[in-house]
């Protein structure tokens, strides 16, 4: 039934209008979107380049301005979601990514993880210093695994700030260190928390993010057929990993290559 509205997420498309490095909308004519070439810019300027997330995995994207998707991604945090499914796909997505592929994580980064930890809420959040339903949900899915506590301090919004973030206890970092997220937007946020991890000793970093939220009317901007295209080429791919970023089940009847 959500793979009816869910899209998963791709990094490369026909036009060149998605990022290779979250697969959010770009203009063709740019390597990365401007949210990301602005957090390797300022991690660059800060000589920081070396303390990004060894790798980034998405599951699905949540459309902006109206999507079931993005309804899906605000409406599991309410304290009585209008729908019980909500919290079930979140979590569901969340499962698959970690578990359902975690061979595939541990492939790609040489071992299991050490440790887990969550992309905490800001001081301008309305939930900051309250329980997020996340954290219930992904406690769930990591089982076990120690959870790196990371809470947030003042810094301006969006920006790539490895110091707006602290460690408030850690687990033994020495290796590598899952770093989850309900959605990402720029990006600005999670990647200042892996900077944060890194500083502390974490050896490696991987992000995992359910929801890659994206704007129609950007890419409208761009080009006014392309979101046409994305919506009618973009489906739910089963069996796609995250981590290898490709499809593991083959099945003819999926273009990974979209029009747009």
């Not at 949210?35 to 994207?61: E, K, N, Q, T, W």
Request: hydrophobic share 35%.
């Amino acid at each position: 039934m959500a793979g009816s509205y869910l899209k998963t997420v791709r990094y490369k498309s026909v036009h060149g209008y998605l990022c290779p490095e979250c697969g959010g909308f770009k203009g063709a004519s740019y390597w990365m979107c401007r949210g990301c070439s602005l957090i390797h810019g300022s991690a660059s300027a800060m000589g920081a380049g070396h303390l990004l997330a060894d790798r980034i995995a998405f599951g699905v994207y949540a459309p902006e301005p109206r999507s079931q998707a993005l309804k899906m991604m605000y409406g599991y945090k309410d304290e009585h979601p209008a729908s019980p499914d909500y919290r079930t796909l979140v979590r569901a997505i969340l499962a698959l990514g970690i578990v359902g592929h975690g061979d595939c994580l541990n492939a790609v980064a040489g071992g299991s993880p050490v440790a887990w930890a969550m992309v905490p809420s800001t001081r301008q959040s309305p939930r900051y210093g309250k329980p997020h339903p996340f954290h219930e949900i992904a406690t769930s899915v990591m089982g076990g695994l120690p959870e790196v506590e990371i809470t947030a301090s003042e810094g301006e919004k969006r920006r790539f700030d490895p110091e707006r973030f602290h460690i408030e206890s850690a687990p033994d970092l020495n290796g590598n260190v899952l770093l989850l997220d309900d959605s990402w937007v720029t990006g600005a946020n999670v990647q200042s928390v892996a900077a944060c991890l890194k500083t502390a000793g974490a050896e490696q970093v991987s992000i995992y993010c359910v929801a890659r939220i994206i704007n129609y009317d950007y890419l409208y901007r761009i080009n006014q057929d392309a979101p046409r295209l994305f919506q009618n080429s973009v489906h739910y791919m089963g069996g796609f990993c995250p981590w290898n970023r490709k499809r593991e089940i083959p099945n003819s009847n999926v273009d990974l290559c979209n029009r747009t």
